[in-house]
């Protein structure tokens, strides 16, 4: 009859605390998305969607548009510079040389920059050096700049997590490098990029700090990209540090929670379409 193995006593404690650990991030996760709808989601009312702000309406609309707006213009910009320069850095540069090591420094180092270091060199290049002002122009490409590391880590992770028999073949049969980074690489790699957009989009959508010495605060919103424009978390700091309209930043915060899932729930779509296209 065979005997049952003995648990280690260190692997039995390192689960337990691992399994805490998840519980744990679990339950806040849980709690602070439950204490946002609780306090927000009574406060949801029309006005607050009315076309025009006011000081009495603190309508979120022209906020909600300019973040769309700023989100979409950004993504023009960071994200082809992003995709294009993973894709060097994977598929081109030597692998273990000086260049390749000193711009993976660089990306890690930008990426953990403070959010406000970016707000002061776009206001002191964008708004005063290029005389640019305060526009969504300038947040734009101070966003831009701010995600632009995200972006390259997380696409040449997903390229580098393409099993490189994949490469050997499409060699095999006689394909150039460039073909086989389009018609394989990329391809297989699509989950993986449109994750790492979608961190970038959820960053974007939650940035405060660069926006306010950036793109400003003003209230309406405009096609025009030289005008100033406030975002929907810089509407929701705004509401709260004034302390006049707490419920409607509440109410804010629903609607910028809301919009945040509703960008993951879709880039989870798209991928499983595309899964099962190649598939």
Do not use: C
């Not at 691992?18 to 204490?35: D, E, K, Q, R």
């Not at 708004?127 to 640019?132: D, G, I, K, N, S």
């Amino acid at each position: 009859m065979p005997t049952k193995k003995k648990r280690d006593p260190l692997s039995t404690l390192l689960r337990i605390a691992v399994t805490a650990a998840a519980a744990l991030t679990g339950l806040i996760v849980l709690f602070l998305v439950g204490y946002i709808l609780i306090k927000g989601i009574p406060h949801l009312k029309p006005s607050l969607f009315s076309w025009k702000y006011t000081s009495e309406n603190a309508s979120m609309l022209p906020a909600l548009l300019n973040t769309a707006y700023m989100t979409v213009l950004t993504l023009l910009i960071a994200a082809p510079l992003g995709i294009f320069a993973a894709i060097f850095l994977s598929e081109y540069a030597k692998q273990g040389g000086r260049v390749l090591k000193v711009i993976r420094l660089a990306a890690e180092t930008l990426a953990g920059i403070p959010s406000i270091i970016y707000g002061l060199f776009g206001y002191i290049v964008f708004v005063m050096r290029l005389q640019w002002r305060y526009s969504m122009l300038a947040g734009v490409f101070t966003l831009a700049i701010l995600v632009l590391p995200l972006l390259m880590r997380t696409t040449e992770e997903a390229l580098l997590a393409v099993p490189q028999t994949y490469r050997e073949g499409a060699y095999g049969l006689g394909a150039g490098r460039l073909r086989t980074v389009l018609r394989v690489v990329l391809p297989n790699a699509v989950p993986g990029i449109l994750a790492g957009v979608i961190l970038a989009v959820g960053r974007m959508m939650g940035e405060t700090a660069a926006l306010i010495f950036t793109a400003g605060t003003a209230p309406a919103f405009s096609l025009n990209p030289m005008k100033s424009a406030r975002s929907l978390a810089v509407h929701m700091y705004n509401l709260s540090s004034e302390g006049l309209h707490i419920n409607e930043a509440y109410a804010t915060a629903v609607v910028l929670l809301a919009l945040v899932v509703a960008v993951n729930a879709l880039s989870a779509f798209l991928a499983k379409k595309m899964m099962r296209g190649k598939s």
